[in-house]
């Protein structure tokens, strides 16, 4: 089937200002996710009061899977949205739908002050970052891709995940900061308000900076919804079958291998493997750090070299070394470290590509709703669970299973690729 490349594309002289804006913005963004995931060893037991800590996590991280099931349906109507109104009003939209519900939580009264309404309350903020987060992929991918010349979609593309990893950075960042000022006991008690309450306000901040970026679809692209082209989900699973199973693919074990190795590995390296809590966050920062750095060199080789290389190596070396680099997660900090950034590197082979892989499914009167609508259901199914799922497995003592598990999921990831392509 022959894509539609987009006609428009910011000016040479005008991409530099709007990929800082999407950057600014998917930063905050992602902050604002990540601190859940990072401080939920903390505040579960707030929520979730158990006798049994591993029962009010696991509670914790099904609430951190019920925002990834609404992520399809962001992914869907505001994904639906930019590709008929444009890609600015949508990305604003979405930051606004994080920052707020972030803040939220930052102030939300514990289970001992208002009993079963506080983790009603929880889900609810959750839910709708979920959604703003389905919105915000596929828009922001599709932006990227349009104001990239043709030659470094590639790297352009490649900058969606290393805005995402710097959120995750400065969250994780954060946690070793205040593991090292504070207490646990302080932690526990109040200190993980803090990276919600400034989430919630950075939020702020990231809405003034994207109302500078600037539209790529031309005036005749963006519709008023009286043009007769075919566009939507009706359209997306009639005119592209192919193309939305092999996102689904893609992110079968690419969103699973991101929850568990960027996301949640902090929490894993503290409550299963046993590592102390301050040393944790200073190795998973460091780690972070190498794989924000891969994305982008990779993104750029991918451009001369082309995308399923790196795909390859990603889901075969992965299937091959996952499970017997998990065992390596010791206490001994160096170990793990080492462990750390040989998982995150092969993850980069993966992230610095898909993005690219993905929008050049699809044309531009479809591309932000046809790619948020399977990357979200995908990672909805296999990266929400993720936590959970490794949770479980470790409290059985049957944390090797789930990696196993995981290097299937990555051996899936193959078959999206498809045939080779020349570099866009």
Known sequence: MTVQRPTTGAPPRTRVRPLAAAAVGNVVEWFDLTIYATFAVYFSPLFFPSSDPTAALLSTFAVFAVGFFVRPLGGWLIGSYADKHGRKRALTFTIVLMAVPTFIIGISPTYETIGVFAPILLVAARMTQGFAAGGESGGAMAYLYEIAPPH???????????????????????????????????????????????????????????????????????????????????????????????????????????YTFVSYMPTHLIKSVGLAADTTFGVHTVSLVVFMLLLPLFGHMSDRYGRRVFGLVFSIGGAVAIVPLSLGLTTVWWQSLVVDIALLTLTACMFSVLAAVMTEQFPSRMRAMGVGAPYNLATAIFGGTAPFLLTWFSSQGLGTWYFAYLAVLVLLVTLGLGKSRAPS
């Open 152 to 258: 470094r979609r590639g790297l352009f593309t490649s900058m969606w995940y290393t805005t995402v990893v710097a959120g995750i950075v400065l969250a994780t960042l954060l946690g070793f900061v205040l593991a090292e000022v504070l207490s646990a006991e302080a932690l526990s008690e109040w200190g993980w308000r803090i990276p919600f309450l400034i989430g919630g306000a950075a939020g702020l901040v990231g809405l003034w900076i994207r109302s500078s970026m600037e539209e790529t679809l031309e005036a005749s692209e963006v519709r008023d919804g009286t043009t007769p082209q075919r566009s939507g989900l009706r359209a997306l699973l009639s005119d592209y079958p192919r193309e939305t199973i092999r996102v689904i693919l893609l992110m079968s074990g690419s969103a699973t291998a991101f």
